[in-house]
């Protein structure tokens, strides 16, 4: 399947609401990066024009490309600019794109440092956390799939193990002892692993 | 209006902290009646939690899209936050039978939220030209220079004990 008939097969899926209560599973370690750009002065359109503008290729340039590390993420706007929610796969493959020469990123960043920073007319910003196996939780209740779920695997909430897992976050055990084999949280350093 | 901050800074943080994003979704545009209580019922949650910083919540931005609202708060770890979504006396839990029982699994609005632990120096976030926001109005601002400059200098200076 091409890329672009697997994103769209993707749009039709983000727009339809499931019934009932539902959460994410993953074994894996993982990356939140948020990201985004504010129009501090409205009028100096040429400085944020062009920069929405390479946001809106990056992300069709990342749209169904899992090779890149990238996993999914939503699009939410506030007040005066635009947030971008991402789940990368590691911190290593989110920087590589992100310092890739041949891919969107790299050429907009060394746009915006020559030519719009020192105005401030627009600004930007982004904050990633590296987030461990186990340690996170979701419920998404009569939403379409997204976030988290639709980056990794939607599963249907509040089964024995969800509830357990859920525990286990609570008592901070979730992520040893494997006295519980269902509970198939990995115990790798992973996070450490990318860090270094 | 928040004040544009101009230069590069970055947040501190040396313990561990949950990130709690939480959104809903209209699904039907026409049952006001059940859409526009559960808008209204964040913002007595959130004026609470800025009343009692003891709670261990350390700050929230909001975003929205078309179909609603979500924010991403900060808070110092899930305990914190799950006491406070569990505790009779906070406005969460009353907040929630409410929303269960007028709304319940009717379809007309749909909630979600995600829950990250971010252990000590797993996080690195920077801010260019920019008011206050994020970890750094949750947590401290400081400018992005020397050991902070770059964000592996930044994910690595974060680490605990460097």
Known sequence: MSANARWEREVSVSKEVMSGRFTARTDESFVVFVMGVRVNRVFAFRSWVGLMWSLRSMLRELRGRPETGFLGGHTHFCWRGVTLFQYWNSYKELEKYSRNPDEGHMPGWQKFNRRVRKGGAVGLWHEAYLVGPGCYEAVYADVPMSGLARATTCVPAFGGKETRRRRDIRNGTNDVDGKDEEISVAVAPEVAREAG | ?162
């Not at chain 2, 008011?131 to 601002?141: R, V």
Request: net charge positive.
């Open chain 2, 1 to 162: 209006m928040a004040k544009v901050v101009n230069g590069r800074f970055t947040a501190k943080m040396d313990e561990p902290f949950a990130v709690f994003m939480i959104g809903m979704r209209i699904n039907n545009f026409l049952a006001v009646r059940k859409w526009l209580p559960t808008v209204r019922a964040m913002g007595p949650m959130l004026r609470e939690l800025h009343k009692h910083p003891e709670k261990g919540f350390l700050g929230a931005d909001f975003f929205f899209h078309l179909r609603g609202p979500m924010l991403v708060q900060y808070w110092r770890s899930f305990d914190d936050l799950e006491h406070f979504a569990k505790n009779t006396d906070d406005p969460h839990l009353p907040a929630w039978r409410r929303f269960n029982k007028t709304v319940g699994s009717d379809g007309s609005v749909g909630v979600w939220h995600e829950t990250y632990i971010v252990e000590p120096g797993n996080y690195e976030a920077i801010y260019v030209n920019m008011p206050i926001l994020g970890l750094a109005k949750a947590t401290e601002h400081i400018p992005a220079i020397g050991r902070r400059e770059t964000a592996r200098k930044r994910l690595m200076r974060e680490k605990p004990g460097s």
